[in-house]
């Protein structure tokens, strides 16, 4: 089946980076655009950025710009998000999502089960 | 950017009601809006797409319509498994947002 599996938790320390992985299966990988998307405790929902594992182009939300890296590996249909300077704001969990069809804006109709990424002193 | 505002923010309702949700688009994105239901712990689910195209599987309680600004999703007898907070997402253009979201709790 169709499934995105994503990466364990992390703890990090203020200034640290952290790379979350997203393992994609029951599909082909490159047929689809994926997305980041993060959600604080509490909160609402936020993009961050998309990545084409075709070609591996990205657009990343202006709030992330400098400081996000996202990136795929075709071999073992993964995509990755690298976040740096970390700081206490970005505790959150981090999901994949993958877009509903090849159009570049479409709905994300599978996600990661989530990615839940501490930083503490 | 395109802000999404939500209505109500909490809503409070009974097993077999009908409720409706709005989301408003601070310009208009067409038919380019999306609808996700969240449980706790739990990644979003894909309820509606394209403003009022049920996702394949989902019930058909679950409606969608509206197009430009006003947006709404409407649950026409809500079932226990239905409380769960609900976003609205814009497709229309790049960043993508959500709606702050609608929390649906058991009266």
């Known amino acids: 089946q169709v499934q995105l599996v994503q990466s364990g938790a992390e703890v990090k320390k203020p200034g640290a980076s952290v790379k979350v992985s997203c393992k994609a299966s029951g599909y082909t990988f490159t047929s689809y655009y994926m997305h980041w998307v993060r959600q604080a405790p509490g909160q609402g929902l936020e993009w961050m950025g998309i990545i084409n594992p075709s070609g591996g182009s990205t657009s990343y939300a202006q709030k992330f710009q400098g400081r996000v890296t996202m990136t795929r590996d075709t071999s073992t249909s993964t995509v990755y998000m690298e976040l740096s300077s970390l700081r206490s704001e970005d505790t959150a969990v981090y999901y994949c999502a993958r877009a509903r069809s090849t159009m570049y804006l479409d709905a994300f109709d599978i996600w990661g089960q989530g990615t839940m990424v501490t930083v503490s002193s | 950017d395109i802000q999404l505002t939500q209505s109500p923010s909490f809503l409070s309702a009974s097993v077999g009601d009908r409720v409706t949700i709005t989301c408003r688009a601070s310009?208009?994105?067409?038919?380019?809006l999306a609808w996700y239901q969240q449980k706790p712990g739990k990644a979003p689910k894909l309820l509606i797409y394209?403003?009022?195209t049920l996702q394949s599987g989902v019930p058909s309680r679950f409606s969608g319509s509206g197009s430009g600004t006003e947006f709404t999703l409407t649950i026409s007898s809500l079932q226990p498994e239905d409380f769960a907070t609900y976003y609205c997402?814009?497709?229309?253009?790049?960043?993508?947002?959500f709606g702050q979201g609608t929390r649906l709790e058991i009266k």
């Open positions: 310009q208009g994105i067409s038919s380019y």
């Open positions: 394209a403003a009022s």
């Open positions: 997402q814009q497709l229309n253009s790049y960043p993508i947002t």
